[in-house]
């Protein structure tokens, strides 16, 4: 399995334009024919374009040169040469491209429509084009047009429809699991999720909804704490936020106040976006009059908890219509 990558750096490079040529027509009792050298064909173009199959950016190599054909020559009798080859490399939905110092943005992937990353370069003047009345027979072409490497940064940022977001292990990739195809891996121990994983719920008379569940987010991680930091950037897009709540720890309510002071602190606006809270675990949990206080508890303060149990799929039907209901 490919490592989750989300941030590279590589070169592309387009195409040389291919060079004119010099030729002379040279037929049966024309022995001094005019010049026809065709021009050269122009160099290949990388563009680039979304692939829904990729989901992250570990296909890219960051040591190879991505280019594209080069132009190929111009040849006699006014035939132009050969265009390269245009290069196209794919990426998945959601990627941002900077330049190389990730100062500028240069393109930002919310569609499928392809894009001109570098255009090949021009094919050079065959010697047919440099005839003047003044000069019948010109003994030379233009060269084609070279190209130069670039660096391109790119960097990810998962578009989905739910983003999943929880202290380590709070069951989200167990939830995950319980409401998509996904399979992710689960463990009974922190910080088993260590890159985001996605999944597609399935819902009848609508378009499938894609879920993702975002690493372990802890105290400080908007700050650079933990595995957090490299992850919430990914919750930017969003549409709405599911607060993913361990009902084994002793203060829910402080558990919700961090995770949503760290969204603040990383971007405001993540503030204002649709939520639902879930309690999970709920089959550890022995005290029902527990739960039933904490969800009273909430209700106060106009959050209408969601209990649940991922592991063994309790209560995910009532979730399922509440996200159905926010997307809507």
């Not at 989300?6 to 022995?31: C, H, Q, T, W």
């Not at 319980?178 to 910080?191: C, E, I, S, W």
């Amino acid at each position: 399995m490919h490592k989750f990558v989300d941030e590279i750096l590589i070169n592309i490079k387009a195409g040389n334009g291919g060079p004119g040529s010099v030729s002379f027509r040279r037929e049966k009792y024309i022995p001094k024919g005019g010049p026809d050298g065709g021009e050269g064909g122009e160099g290949g173009s990388v563009y680039i374009q979304i692939e829904k199959n990729i989901i992250n950016l570990s296909h890219l190599n960051k040591d190879r040169i991505y280019g594209a054909e080069n132009g190929h020559h111009g040849e006699g009798q006014n035939k132009s040469g050969k265009k390269g080859e245009d290069l196209v490399i794919k990426v998945p939905l959601g990627t941002q491209i900077y330049d190389s110092c990730k100062k500028e943005l240069i393109h930002d992937f919310l569609d499928d429509k392809p894009f001109l990353a570098s255009k090949g370069g021009r094919g050079g003047k065959g010697n047919s084009f440099f005839k003047t009345a003044v000069n019948q027979t010109p003994k030379f072409a233009q060269p084609g047009e070279q190209t130069e490497p670039i660096k391109l940064y790119f960097s990810l940022k998962l578009i989905a429809d739910v983003g999943l977001v929880g202290f380590p292990n709070a069951g989200k990739s167990t939830l995950l699991k319980a409401l998509t195809n996904a399979n992710p891996k689960v463990g009974d121990y922190p910080f088993t999720t260590l890159s985001p994983n996605l999944g597609v719920l399935e819902i009848e008379k609508r378009d499938r909804i894609l879920i993702a569940d975002i690493p372990g987010i802890i105290e400080g991680a908007s700050k650079g704490h933990g595995l957090g930091l490299s992850f919430l950037k990914h919750i930017e897009r969003v549409k709405i936020l599911i607060y993913v709540l361990d009902l084994r720890e002793a203060h829910v309510e402080e558990e919700l106040k961090v995770l949503r002071n760290e969204l603040e602190e990383y971007n405001k606006k993540l503030l204002k976006r649709p939520f639902i809270v879930v309690f999970n675990k709920i089959d550890l949990v022995e005290d029902k009059n527990f739960l039933l206080e904490w969800i009273a508890s909430f209700e106060k303060d106009g959050i209408f908890p969601i209990a649940i149990s991922a592991k063994n799929k309790e209560g995910i039907d009532n979730l399922i219509k509440e996200i159905v209901k926010k997307l809507n």
